[in-house]
């Protein structure tokens, strides 16, 4: 675990943010926010409200999923296409690579490379359109339980970031990108990267989660104690990726393609990777095997026929307009066309 007392992200605290006499509190938690995503492209968050409990039972439970046989998870996997976006899509079903810092050519490499991860996507129980999928309730008992409750928790904390940022902001309205993310529509991720032989990880014959920008607005990240999620600075754009060490009791955030588009460039899409975690995880001796890496990504989503465009706070002589309309769906199907077109396969969602 990585040290709270020197983090390669800011830390911002949301433990006021709550507080119904914090007006002062939550202008200087939505400036840290802005602030830190700004200098950094992404903060960690504390105190962010999912009781460190619930987050290991989240944890165990779907250390208990991922380890059931793959008949198993069978009975749960993913329909073809992206109409109904559940369920779980087995080892290297998926490619998220949408981004290079070297080129389209690199891309396309890097986007060849096998994604040695699984994945389990859930959504709100409140979605007859988009039903969730799930095992007998014998074969994992507490899953469906333990999973809708942090799904449930989570909701708070992606609510308390939209709310943060608008205020971080100076939008005429602070609660625009709230009151815009109707809550049914968030979205998990429940993700694991297995052990495997370091040596396919060092040699680049595999991977774990390509170089992409997410399509969603913003999700929080909780991860396990393994590491190897990585980000790039996006106003360096540098390419240089630093790691997001995992530090217990924090979430990190993505910020993702739309809000580029809303404040006009102002806060940016963080270009994310999950790549071999660092050494002591990578083990020494005859095995070398990396560790099993979870990560729980919980996203807010849109209404597909949201508009996105400049918000006219982001927007004057001396910051002309970068960006046309565009609906959420067409960030997404352009997205997956773009990358359907270079890969030929599934892709990932967020
Ligand atoms: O597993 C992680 O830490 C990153 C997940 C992620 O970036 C995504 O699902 O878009
Ligand atoms: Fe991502």
């Known amino acids: 675990m990585g040290s709270i007392d020197q983090p390669p992200f800011p830390i911002v605290d949301f433990a006021k943010w709550h507080d119904p006499q914090g ?3 939550r202008l200087s938690i939505a400036k840290s926010l802005v602030d830190g995503c700004r200098s950094h492209g992404s903060v960690y968050v504390i105190n962010h409200g999912v009781s460190q409990e619930l987050v290991s039972k989240a944890f165990d439970m779907s250390s208990r999923f991922y380890h059931l046989s793959d008949a198993v998870k069978e009975q749960v996997a993913h329909p073809p296409g992206m109409e109904i976006h559940r369920g779980w899509t087995k080892l290297g079903g998926e490619n998220a690579s949408n981004y290079s810092f070297d080129g389209l050519e690199k891309l396309k490499q890097s986007a060849a490379v096998p994604e040695k991860r699984e994945c389990l996507d859930v959504g709100s129980d409140e979605r007859p359109d988009m039903p969730n999928m799930w095992l007998p309730e014998q074969t994992l008992p507490g899953f469906r339980e333990t ?78 104690d393994c590491g190897g999620l990585q980000m790039a600075n996006p106003y360096k754009n540098d390419g240089v990726f630093t790691d997001v060490t995992p530090i217990e009791s924090t979430c990190v955030l993505t910020l993702g393609q739309p809000f580029e588009r809303w404040t006009n460039g102002f806060l940016k899409a963080v270009p994310h990777r999950v790549a071999i975690p660092p050494r002591a995880d990578r083990f020494d001796g005859a095995e070398r095997m990396t560790r099993g890496r979870l990560s729980l990504a919980y996203f807010a989503d849109l209404v597909p026929d949201t508009v996105i465009e400049p ?37 990932s969602s967020s």
């Open 147 to 224: 999973i809708m409750d942090f799904h449930q928790e989570a909701r708070g904390v992606v609510t308390a970031v939209l709310g943060a940022l608008g205020l971080g902001i100076g939008l005429r309205d602070p609660d625009y990108f709230t009151n815009l993310h109707p809550p049914i529509r968030n979205h998990l991720r429940v993700l694991y990267s297995p052990p495997i032989p370091a040596a396919e990880l060092e040699s680049g014959a595999a991977k774990r989660m390509g170089t992409h920008t997410d399509f969603s607005p913003l999700a929080v990240i909780f991860q396990d």
């Open 23 to 25: 007006k002062d509190d």
């Open 311 to 347: 918000l006219p706070e982001c927007v004057d002589d001396g910051h002309p307009r970068l960006f046309d309309p565009v609906t959420i769906r067409e960030i997404f199907q352009n997205g997956y066309k773009m990358m359907e077109s270079r890969y030929g396969e599934k892709v």
